[in-house]
């Protein structure tokens, strides 16, 4: 499961911007986007991360995936660092 996945991930970014920059310093090997997340603010990190060809898993839950970062508030996206 990708919750599990993104607790266990030890280097990893939360949030749109951060992955953007690491997407920009090619440092992401995957990529956890929430279905609930609005598809309209992901879509340059989307589009960033298909002309890179990497992997994107989807979870249901903006506030599960937050949760399973570590962290109080609700997350988008997730990128699991190289």
Request: charge should be neutral; proline fraction near 0%.
């Amino acid at each position: 499961m990708s919750y599990e996945k993104v607790a266990q991930a030890t280097n990893k970014v939360v949030g749109t911007k951060q992955t953007l920059k690491a997407l920009e310093h090619q440092q992401v090997k995957e990529l956890i986007v929430a279905e609930d997340a609005d598809q309209d603010v992901l879509r340059k990190v989307l589009d960033a991360a298909d002309s890179q060809e990497l992997l994107i898993e989807r979870v249901d839950s903006m506030k599960k995936l937050g949760k399973a970062c570590g962290i109080d508030v609700n997350a988008a996206i997730v990128a699991i660092k190289k």
